[in-house]
């Protein structure tokens, strides 16, 4: 799975408000186990990665699709085993139900 998604990082690996919290559109490619961020399917194809982030491992991560959030749509929750958290925005409808399908097999 992959495809262009608004991340926003929440929570921060020690429990802590996540310096940075803007939204960003990247384009992010999931694997067994692992999600990375790329700027655009362009850097992907170069294999380098948004600000050279490491992938997130999935390990113990959990989704969650977050209907409460009410000053955007199509957002999730991605929990790490850290603690971190990260939110994520779908286009619409159908790419929550992708992406969501798509975690619950990584
Ligand atoms: C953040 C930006 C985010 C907002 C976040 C702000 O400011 O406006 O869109 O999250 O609010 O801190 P900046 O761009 O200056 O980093 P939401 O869109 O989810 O409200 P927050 O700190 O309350 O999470």
New binding site residues.
């Given amino acids: 799975q992959e495809g262009m998604l608004g991340r926003?990082h929440?929570v921060d690996g020690s429990g802590k408000?996540a310096s940075?919290?803007?939204?960003t559109t990247l384009f992010f490619v999931l694997k067994p186990e692992q999600l990375s961020a790329y700027k655009d399917l362009k850097t992907y194809s170069h294999g380098i990665t948004y600000h050279g982030e490491n992938p997130l491992f999935l390990s113990d991560a959990s989704w969650e699709i977050l209907n409460i959030?009410k000053?955007?749509k199509h957002i999730c929750k991605l929990r790490l085993s850290d603690g971190s958290e990260y939110?994520f925005q779908c286009k619409d409808e159908e790419e929550l139900q992708r992406w969501s399908q798509a975690m619950q097999r990584a």
């Fill in positions: 926003k929440d408000k940075n919290r803007s939204w959030y000053k955007k939110l």
